[in-house]
């Protein structure tokens, strides 16, 4: 196994070019073989965002390895695969989150609403607002529920009076259904909240600068299964009004909210397809190994 | 042979203790089958006999050293004439001193009092009994140390386990160390400020506005009776240190954040040592800059635009040891930026929030309950502060908000009443550590809540 | 309008105020350096006077009659002898024209007054100079050494404008010659500037610093050794480590109030002494030695103790045999840095009377003694011009100390570093 790893690291490394070719009906079971190419249609028919062979460097460390993928209007696409596959790193790369690491250098073309993301002309700030995060820890600021849920409507001047303020507040909380258990104590500091709770609040704050796209990064890892329940359901309702994509470890998780799974392996996309195909019928062996629970 | 030789060849006895309880494991192993057959390595009975000899010695310098000299005036007050015996115990001091001075200085012939002349004599002959008695009995103890530790010497002797748990207790009794310092501390302070308050009642003492502590020595002198009335030196004290911390705070969280946020690996690893440089320059340095430099440059500038600045501003000083102060609050407000987690930062920026608007918004509310810890710190070191303001502020205690005028603190006074040649008794020196108690305090009760609010914010974030 | 336009809107407000953010971040950098800067070029530059010396050559007759011995006079006879009267002829023998009594006694402070113990040793040395003449270089009182030393002459206070002339005549004549004064290292303190060193100053220090070495290393290790290895968790302990987080904190001057009270007025040890002084600084960076050598000890890893434990070695054997030597450069580099505030401080010492003036350089532990930082705070205190820069001076030997002492821990810490 890891002798295969080694090989297999090696070859990607030399790997150059992304083959985006529909491979549905060949049947790939050598381990061996060379994984650089995609297996299944990467790109969506309407697509919000486009990531076109992306490779994200660590210093002198590659981390991702020609990605390309769509990011379609209104579905969840659920990022799937072992730890330190780079994942996490390639949707940090959406709304340039990565721009706070300072060695990390990102190449490639990423677009949103066909505007390069990654151009001069593209505000990383106005970026972020456009395209939201949550993140694996409930991170609430240590301020109040409604102070955390105005945070970013007062930083980019979305409100213009208190009415304004108390209305998006409001809204976001119902959306991301926190409102009725909060409600009668939105000015209590946000970090007072059960974890699921915090959790959703995050997504209310994030939900409250009304983005295109939210960005999950293992939204329900350090929650409980009830609270994971919830966050799943709510994350099925948002879907209407916004694109998402979601990494996990929980392939369940990724079967129930997801209409698309992508399957990454050491900082390259192995596979994508519809969600039933892949937890169904999985192409490259390593998809396979990786679903039947042989590694991970 | 004086305590110094003796030390000397206590330790050299030690040494000896070693090499013989060593030589003499070996030996006793000889019939049953060489050194292998012993509990321990012959090492430990080495040690274990030097230890036999070295700490019983040592214990009993220690102890005749404490104690000799108050057993030698006793014995000496039987000699003097019973007049002496009446006398208050300060002059009787003075006698004694005198005494002591007579005796050393080689030339009690030429004394004429023939009392004294006696008590000299019989005071240096005490002293070389004394001396003789401690280093014959010291020096058997150290023997008969060797010799039972010797009769110790057994194959089955568990000598490491001996050795091992004397150290242990030596361990022990040398992180005592800290815990005496801190009694010393109380109970030094404490004591003569108990009896300060005996003459001065300690309401006039903490509520007074009135401070002239020279006292009239000789009851024909005029005017001052002494007035201890501490208000001015605590505001005098509160306005340096607020002055201080005015420069310091701004300056040095700004300079945590900008160098720890904005710049670049290479600058931060250039200015970061420079300015450590200003937490190692010692307080003496930045009171001479201040009273030479600083103090002169702010009364010509406040001058030239009309204003009228005593020569021994509190702003000069304030100034400088606000600057002092900067690295200290740099690197405690660092500390604590570093420690908020990096989610929240993250939660920031992906709301889109500019670096500043993460540091201003996120970062300080959460790091705030560890800068106020470290502000609280930064201000016990502002007001225990002593060499600058020694240098650069006044000694006249005047009641003012003025940083343009000269107001005196609490560590000046202290300083001022207990340099010079006074009594130790008079109310004067006393008030010292009546204003040391008040600084110990102080600077106690606010490093405890500092440490525990930076301690209780550690733990939040663990 | 859509939110994208909105926060389009605010961006340039809110990047101008990030620019100004960043801006205030730099300037509060730039205030540490400036600061920094200015003081050291202050320092550096009133010091630059202390480290020359200007030397009159006078053409002295060592006549017995003015000596006031007999002309065959030897060894003690001469110990005694009026060489301050010489000295006046010999200035005098300069200015021909100086008559009246108030200018000659004036002509004569030209001269330091240790130009008459200079004769004397001289004289006693030489017994065959005498009744002979010798050309001789002496030091210049510091008022006239200040004004050669001064650029603006005109502003040369301590000088009348009849000795002004003068030493510009000195001048002219070639008489004057400035040297490397080495008065400065190699003398104790004194009243006058021209005569006053640092070597007594630094002798004490030297005194104080070993006796706070040899103290507080063994009880600073220790202690950090019983709290970190052997010591159980329990109320003692915690009080043990607090009392030591508190100590850390607690001002210096307070130190000097323990050790007044109790070392000096419970156990009677003499005033002044480095002794004293060392035990005093020994309490003061205890703290400091504990704290270091506890984190050292915490940083080597548990695999090395269990390595050692699971040989059969003692837990003591394990601790000192093993743990300690790997955490002793941390714990070296605590005690140069705790041995480095010790010897800048100041106040602590003032309480046990180490401020006292003392010329001769201390020959042990418990003669009366002054350490550099006290020496400064005299100098400082002093009326006289020049001592301003001998202070100077001073301050800047002290410097170069501290520099290399951290510098040497610095060193330590780099050399032996060591990622587990």
């Given at each position: 196994m890891v002798e295969t790893d080694i090989n297999m690291r090696t070859e990607l490394m030399e790997s150059t070019q992304v083959q985006s070719v529909d491979r549905s009906d060949t049947k790939v079971a050598d381990m061996k073989q060379q994984v650089n190419a995609t297996i299944g249609e990467p790109f969506a028919k309407d697509p919000k965002m486009q990531a076109r062979q992306v490779n994200v460097y660590y210093g002198n460390k590659q981390a991702i390895f020609n990605v390309s993928l769509d990011l379609g209007k209104n579905e969840v696409v659920a990022l799937i695969g072992p730890s330190g596959c780079g994942k996490s790193t390639f949707l940090r790369c959406m709304n340039r989150m990565n721009d706070t690491i300072p060695i990390c250098r990102v190449e490639g073309n990423i677009t949103l609403d066909s505007e390069d993301i990654y151009a001069d002309a593209m505000d990383p700030v106005l970026l972020r607002a456009r395209v939201g995060m949550v993140f694996q820890k409930p991170n609430p600021f240590p301020k109040s529920i409604y102070d955390n849920v105005a945070y970013g409507a007062r930083l980019h001047g979305l409100a213009f009076n208190k009415a304004e303020l108390d209305e998006i507040v409001i809204t976001s909380l119902q959306k991301a259904g926190l409102f009725d258990e909060v409600k009668d104590r939105l000015h209590e500091p946000g970090t007072g909240l059960s974890g699921g709770q915090q959790q959703r609040l995050c997504i209310a704050r994030t939900i409250a600068v009304s983005p295109e796209v939210i960005l999950m990064d293992e939204p329900a890892s350090a929650l409980d299964p009830i609270a994971t329940a919830i966050i799943e359901e709510l994350i099925d309702e948002l879907r209407q009004n916004y694109t998402i994509a979601i990494v996990t470890h929980s392939m369940q998780q990724a079967a129930r909210v997801s209409q698309r799974t992508a399957y990454f392996h050491l900082g390259k996309l192995v596979e994508i397809g519809e969600t039933n195909q892949i937890f169904t019928n999985p192409k490259h062996e390593l998809t396979e190994n990786y679903i039947t629970g042989r590694f991970g | 042979m004086n305590a110094t030789t003796l030390l000397v060849v206590i330790i050299g006895l030690t040494v000896f203790g070693y090499v013989i309880g060593r030589m003499r494991s070996i030996k006793v192993s000889q019939g049953t089958g060489g050194p292998s057959s012993l509990h321990s390595l012959p090492k430990y009975y080495g040690y274990m006999v030097a230890l036999w000899c070295g700490i019983p010695a040592l214990i009993l310098l220690v102890l005749w050293l404490v104690l000799e000299p108050g057993i030698l005036r006793s014995l000496l007050l039987d000699e003097l004439p019973t007049t002496m015996s009446t006398l208050s115990e300060n002059e009787l001091s003075l006698v004694m001193n005198d005494l002591q001075l007579l005796a050393d200085s080689g030339r009690i012939d030429a004394e004429t009092d023939p009392h004294k002349k006696a008590a000299a004599i019989k005071l240096l002959e005490l002293n070389s009994t004394s001396e003789l008695m401690r280093n014959v009995l010291i020096f058997l103890v150290a023997l008969n140390g060797i010799i039972w530790?010797?009769?110790?010497?057994?194959?089955?002797?568990?000598?490491?386990?001996?050795?091992?748990?004397?150290?242990?207790?030596?361990?022990?009794?040398?992180?005592?160390?800290?815990?005496?310092?801190?009694?010393?501390?109380?109970?030094?302070?404490?004591?003569?400020?108990?009896?300060?308050?005996?003459?001065?009642?300690?309401?006039?003492?903490?509520?007074?506005?009135?401070?002239?502590?020279?006292?009239?020595?000789?009851?024909?002198?005029?005017?001052?009776?002494?007035?201890?009335?501490?208000?001015?030196?605590?505001?005098?004290?509160?306005?340096?240190?607020?002055?201080?911390?005015?420069?310091?705070?701004?300056?040095?969280?700004?300079?945590?954040?900008?160098?720890?946020?904005?710049?670049?690996?290479?600058?931060?690893?250039v200015a970061k040592p420079l300015l450590e440089i200003l937490a190692g320059i010692p307080t003496v340095v930045y009171g001479f800059f201040a009273a030479l430099t600083v103090a002169p440059f702010i009364r010509k500038f406040g001058e030239s635009i009309g204003l009228n600045v005593a020569s021994e501003s509190a702003l000069a000083a304030g100034v400088v040891m606000g600057i002092m102060i900067i690295p200290f609050v740099s690197s405690l407000s660092d500390d604590v930026i570093s420690a908020v987690p990096k989610a929240m930062r993250d939660g920031a920026y992906g709301m889109g929030a500019t670096q500043s608007e993460t540091i201003r918004q996120v970062l300080i509310p959460a790091a705030l309950p560890g800068i106020v810890g470290g502000i609280l710190l930064a201000a016990s070191r502002a007001i225990g502060e002593t060499m600058i303001v020694v240098m650069a502020a006044g000694l006249a205690a005047n009641l003012t908000v003025n940083p343009l005028q000269a107001v005196t603190t609490v560590t000046v006074q202290i300083v001022t009443l207990l340099t010079g040649d006074q009594e130790f008794d008079s109310p004067k020196t006393l008030a010292a550590f009546a204003l040391g108690l008040m600084l110990f305090v102080t600077t106690l009760v606010l490093n405890v809540i500092a440490l525990h609010i930076v301690r209780k914010y550690r733990e939040q974030y663990e | 309008m859509n939110n994208t336009e909105l926060i389009k809107k605010g961006l340039p407000k809110r990047?101008?105020?990030?620019?100004?953010?960043?801006?205030?971040?730099?300037?509060?950098?730039?205030?540490?350096?400036?600061?920094?800067?200015?003081?050291?070029?202050?320092?550096?530059?009133?010091?630059?006077?202390?480290?020359?010396?200007?030397?009159?050559?006078?053409?002295?007759?060592?006549?017995?009659?003015?000596?006031?011995?007999?002309?065959?006079?030897?060894?003690?006879?001469?110990?005694?002898?009026?060489?301050?009267?010489?000295?006046?002829?010999?200035?005098?023998?300069?200015?021909?024209?100086?008559?009246?009594?108030?200018?000659?006694?004036?002509?004569?402070?030209?001269?330091?007054?240790?130009?008459?113990?200079?004769?004397?040793?001289?004289?006693?040395?030489?017994?065959?100079?005498?009744?002979?003449?010798?050309?001789?270089?002496?030091?210049?009182?510091?008022?006239?050494?200040?004004?050669?030393?001064?650029?603006?002459?005109?502003?040369?206070?301590?000088?009348?404008?009849?000795?002004?002339?003068?030493?510009?005549?000195?001048?002219?004549?070639?008489l004057i010659e400035s040297r490397f004064n080495s008065t400065l290292f190699s003398d104790g303190d004194s009243r006058e500037p021209e005569q006053a060193g640092i070597r007594g100053a630094l002798v004490g220090s030297l005194y104080t610093?070993?006796?706070?070495?040899?103290?507080?290393?063994?009880?600073?290790?220790?202690?950090?050794?019983?709290?970190?290895?052997?010591?159980?968790?329990?109320?003692?302990?915690?009080?043990?480590?607090?009392?030591?987080?508190?100590?850390?904190?607690?001002?210096?001057?307070?130190?000097?109030?323990?050790?007044?009270?109790?070392?000096?007025?419970?156990?009677?040890?003499?005033?002044?002494?480095?002794?004293?002084?060392?035990?005093?600084?020994?309490?003061?960076?205890?703290?400091?030695?504990?704290?270091?050598?506890?984190?050292?000890?915490?940083?080597?890893?548990?695999?090395?103790?269990?390595?050692?434990?699971?040989?059969?070695?003692?837990?003591?054997?394990?601790?000192?045999?093993?743990?300690?030597?790997?955490?002793?450069?941390?714990?070296?580099?605590?005690?140069?840095?705790?041995?480095?505030?010790?010897?800048?401080?100041?106040?602590?010492?003032?309480?046990?009377?180490?401020?006292?003036?003392?010329?001769?350089?201390?020959?042990?532990?418990?003669?009366?003694?002054?350490?550099?930082?006290?020496?400064?705070?005299?100098?400082?205190?002093?009326?006289?011009?020049?001592?301003?820069?001998?202070?100077?001076?001073?301050?800047?030997?002290?410097?170069?100390?501290?520099?290399?002492?951290?510098?040497?821990?610095?060193?330590?810490?780099k050399k032996f570093e060591r990622s587990w």
């Open positions: - | 530790g010797l009769a110790n010497v057994k194959i089955d002797m568990r000598a490491r386990v001996f050795v091992e748990r004397i150290i242990r207790y030596l361990l022990i009794l040398c992180s005592l160390v800290a815990i005496l310092t801190t009694i010393g501390i109380v109970l030094s302070v404490l004591f003569e400020s108990i009896r300060f308050f005996k003459s001065v009642p300690i309401t006039d003492f903490i509520f007074g506005t009135e401070w002239s502590p020279q006292t009239a020595i000789r009851a024909d002198q005029v005017g001052s009776s002494g007035a201890f009335g501490a208000i001015p030196l605590f505001a005098g004290t509160l306005l340096i240190s607020a002055i201080a911390l005015i420069i310091a705070v701004p300056t040095g969280l700004m300079s945590a954040i900008y160098l720890s946020e904005y710049a670049s690996r290479r600058f931060r690893a | 990047y101008r105020r990030e620019k100004r953010f960043r801006l205030y971040g730099m300037m509060a950098v730039m205030v540490g350096f400036i600061f920094l800067l200015i003081l050291l070029t202050d320092i550096i530059s009133k010091s630059l006077p202390a480290f020359s010396q200007h030397w009159i050559q006078l053409e002295v007759q060592f006549d017995p009659d003015v000596l006031g011995v007999a002309a065959d006079a030897e060894g003690k006879a001469l110990r005694h002898a009026n060489y301050r009267a010489i000295l006046k002829r010999a200035i005098r023998a300069e200015f021909p024209d100086v008559s009246k009594r108030r200018d000659k006694s004036k002509l004569a402070a030209l001269i330091s007054s240790s130009a008459e113990y200079e004769l004397r040793d001289m004289l006693i040395e030489q017994p065959y100079l005498l009744g002979k003449a010798k050309t001789v270089w002496v030091r210049a009182d510091d008022d006239l050494d200040t004004y050669y030393k001064t650029a603006d002459k005109a502003n040369a206070v301590r000088l009348t404008e009849k000795q002004i002339a003068w030493a510009d005549r000195l001048q002219e004549n070639n610093l070993l006796v706070t070495l040899l103290l507080s290393f063994p009880l600073g290790v220790s202690t950090a050794v019983y709290l970190e290895e052997f010591a159980p968790k329990n109320r003692w302990v915690d009080l043990i480590e607090v009392n030591i987080n508190n100590l850390a904190a607690v001002p210096s001057i307070v130190f000097g109030l323990l050790g007044l009270a109790v070392f000096i007025n419970y156990f009677g040890l003499p005033r002044s002494a480095p002794l004293v002084g060392g035990l005093v600084l020994t309490l003061m960076t205890l703290p400091t030695i504990i704290i270091a050598s506890r984190s050292a000890i915490k940083a080597v890893p548990p695999s090395i103790r269990q390595a050692a434990l699971g040989i059969g070695a003692s837990k003591t054997q394990t601790v000192f045999q093993h743990v300690l030597p790997l955490a002793m450069p941390g714990i070296l580099t605590g005690t140069i840095i705790g041995l480095a505030q010790a010897l800048g401080e100041t106040a602590p010492l003032l309480m046990i009377g180490m401020v006292a003036f003392i010329v001769d350089i201390p020959q042990g532990f418990v003669d009366s003694a002054t350490v550099l930082p006290v020496q400064i705070y005299l100098w400082a205190d002093s009326p006289e011009r020049a001592f301003v820069a001998k202070t100077s001076a001073a301050i800047l030997v002290l410097l170069i100390f501290l520099v290399v002492m951290n510098g040497l821990a610095v060193f330590l810490r």
